[in-house]
Nanobody, 118 residues
Framework: QVQVVESGGGLAQPGGSLRLSCTIS????????VTWYRQAPGKGRELVAR??????????YYDTSVKGRFTVSRDSAKNTAYLQMNSLRSEDTADYYC?????????WGQGTQVTVSS
């Protein structure tokens, strides 16, 4: 059974940065698809970015709304994937979720709240 724990949300000012973490147990982060989603109040879930298994091509995907500002990465030693969010905007305010896919199974984190406000 894969377990997923997210952390790193909080309050940031416009133009600021936050880094979200997605730590898994029961699997190997480098062999999984890790997808970051977000859901703003009153809106549907939106795919933000995806990190494919190591040796994949392409290795990552970004939605146009975050391309050039957000970066996905992983630390295999810590079994953790990251979503580095720079140049944050008010419209990035949302609950962020990490979805880890292993084979045909999806495992979700509990979500972490990101608020961008001055």
């Amino acid at each position: 059974q894969v377990q997923v724990v997210e952390s790193g949300g909080g309050l940031a000012q416009p133009g600021g940065s936050l880094r979200l973490s997605c730590t898994i147990s029961g699997s190997t982060i480098s062999l999984t698809d890790v997808t970051w989603y977000r859901q703003a109040p009153g809106k549907g879930r939106e795919l933000v970015a995806r990190l494919y298994p190591i040796d994949s091509s392409p290795l990552m995907y970004y939605d146009t709304s975050v391309k050039g500002r957000f970066t996905v990465s992983r630390d295999s030693a810590k079994n953790t994937a990251y979503l580095q969010m720079n140049s944050l905007r008010s419209e990035d305010t949302a609950d962020y979720y990490c979805d880890v896919k292993e084979g045909s199974q999806n495992y979700w984190g509990q979500g972490t709240q990101v608020t961008v406000s001055s």
